[in-house]
């Protein structure tokens, strides 16, 4: 399994469990605002902001609070946040890309920057590890809207390049301009997706030993935690037995 979807996995179940609510919710109402400043208030005609609401309604955020984050855009409300990104290198050698979104671009750096030192990594210049990964579309659905071989043969049909499945969802990957259309194509047929955005995907992932993974996993959740971190991707794998541990 690549190192994304791993700990994204994990992450998502960890963050089911403990992770405070409303920091969540002010990470992706911030998305929404932004994507509503950035194009039209309008999901249907903003493909930016309808993935937003996606993700916002996937970690079953209310109405009222997504309606109020697209009205903050409209009135010109809000904090002006600057999209920033970060790359560097993690425990055993591991490309880490940070997405965050900031209203004071010194004080993001200067936390990313320490959380990689503490970690036994470092902070790199912007493009030193992206290009060992892809900019794509991501469609996410729940493993039991459909078998591998329907979400396969309905994703191609769309569209899209590759799918993963797994035990618990379908994981769909498109060229990031086809990312509207195929995300559009599958929700007809399967219904809403649990995600639909763009991510980072590792070209190929290093496995490491079950020290430098849980290095890692602390590395990539302490980047998560932070309020200006929107997304964290590696290229990563783990192994089961750890990956059995960090799930339990």
């Known amino acids: 399994m690549a190192g994304h979807s791993q700990f994204k996995n994990i992450m998502h179940r960890k963050g089911k469990q403990d992770a405070v609510r409303s920091k969540l919710f002010s990470k992706l109402a911030r998305e929404i605002t932004v994507s509503a400043k950035l194009g039209l208030p309008d999901p249907a005609m903003n493909p930016r902001l309808r993935a937003a ?65 503490k970690s036994g990594g470092n902070l790199a210049e912007t493009g030193a590890v992206s290009f060992m990964f892809d900019r794509v579309g991501y469609v996410a659905f729940a493993a039991s809207v459909a078998s591998a071989d329907d979400m396969l043969e309905a994703a191609i049909d769309a569209g ?79 192994s089961d037995s750890l990956l059995a541990k960090l799930s339990a």
């Open 53 to 117: 609401i996606l993700a916002a309604r996937a970690e079953n955020m209310p109405k009222d609070n997504i309606e109020r984050a697209i009205k903050k855009a409209s009135g010109g409300e809000g904090e002006n946040y600057e999209e920033i990104r970060y790359e560097g290198y993690g425990p055993g050698g591991v490309a880490v890309i940070v997405e965050a979104m900031t209203d004071n671009r010194n004080r993001t750096a200067s936390d990313v920057r320490s959380y990689f030192t």
């Open 160 to 238: 899209a390049d590759d799918v993963v499945s797994g035990e618990e969802s379908h994981e769909v990957y498109c060229e990031q301009g086809a990312l509207n259309e195929v995300s559009k194509a599958l929700e007809e047929k399967f219904g809403e997706p649990t995600a639909s955005k763009l991510v980072w995907k590792p070209q190929n992932t290093i496995a490491v030993d079950d020290e430098t993974g849980e290095k890692l996993m602390r590395l990539i959740g302490t980047l998560e935690e932070h309020d200006d971190v929107q997304n964290v991707f590696a290229n990563f794998e783990i």
